[in-house]
């Protein structure tokens, strides 16, 4: 009977120290990192500066607003990057940006300074997937091996696993993105956009006391996240809602604050996601969840997925806001990634799109 074949990774060990620069500017974060892939396999984060353009509270941002806010700071974050790595763009062996997904305009203005910045140093370039990017920091960070992703942020809502160097969706939002569902709420009830909605929903959330009903709306290995938006909403208009969450007296007890409408919010949502990502993990036999996005931080959706994980034999694997939250390291992670198995983007293809799918990468540095 014949050996079994052992497998070896496509990536080899580099004969010298990479170094590279992502730039991520597809919402309202810009972001700069410097990543260095050592020669013993390891990987150091030298730098990763970000900046966040917040707006007044009920608003959000538009799309030509936020390339304006990247194209003025993008340069102050750019030294700022480079300083703190320590290296000068003559060091670099390539420059990555976000190809896609994410807002047209904000995704332009950093791509037309990548471009720029590969020919005035004569760098290769690296178009990288936005979403990709996510995936593969959270597995440096985490040391996951192979486990089902959920990732939720702003503009995405995915349960993705990894096959034959395809990173293939099982399920995903039918309509809106669970932090796009999120910050709109925010807006309804006039949350401050600082440091981030999500965030302030989830502060919010803690104070909360009464679960209300809310529209379950799971479809096979897919959400639908738009209706339960509007039926929130919808008890801001409810005669018991009180927005500052006092009664007006003491006979006002059957009361609903805006601590409830996001406590409630959130655990429904959360629980649609849990559910779908145990039915991936039940498919392809995983016992480990990675969770990357923005939405990724937040400690009551890990404390979710935690409780079904460790009912199954499993764990859950998540990183801080460090790196969750969009940031140029993750677009130099998969950059170099890519440029270490021969992959470069041509200045003619160089653009961006605004729907680039997740299983649209070929993953070549995996088995």
Known sequence: MPGRTQ?????????????????????????IGVIKHDEDGSTTVLSNIRHTYITPPGEGFQPRDTALHHREWVLRILE???SKAGVSLHDLDCICYTKGPGMGAPLQSVALVARTLSLLFQKPLIGVNHCVGHIEMGREIT?????????????????????QQCYRIFGETLDIAVGNCLDRFARVINLSNDPSPGYNIEQEAKKGKRLLTLPYTTKGMDVSLS?????????????????????RNQDDIDIISPADLCFSLQETVFAMLVEITERAMAHIGSKEVLIVGGVGCNERLQEMMGIM??????????????????????????????FRMGQETYLSDSTCTQRFRTDEVHVAWRL
Not at 13 to 24: D, H, I, K, S, T
Not at 309 to 323: H, I, K, L, Q, S
């Open 7 to 31: 497998k070896v990774s496509p990536l080899k060990l580099p004969a010298r120290a990479y170094l590279a620069l992502g730039l991520e500017g597809s919402a309202n974060k810009l972001g």
């Open 227 to 247: 209706g339960i938006l509007t039926s929130t909403e919808a008890y801001t208009t409810d005669k018991r809602f009180r927005s500052d969450g006092k009664p």
């Open 309 to 338: 994980a460790e009912e199954r034999g499993g764990r859950v694997f998540a990183t801080d806001e460090r790196f969750c939250i969009d940031n140029g390291i993750m677009i130099a992670q998969a950059g170099l990634l890519g």
């Open 80 to 82: 700022d990057s480079l």
């Open 143 to 163: 040391g996951a091996q192979n486990p089902i992703v959920l990732y939720v942020s702003g503009g995405n809502t995915q349960v993705i696993a990894y096959s």
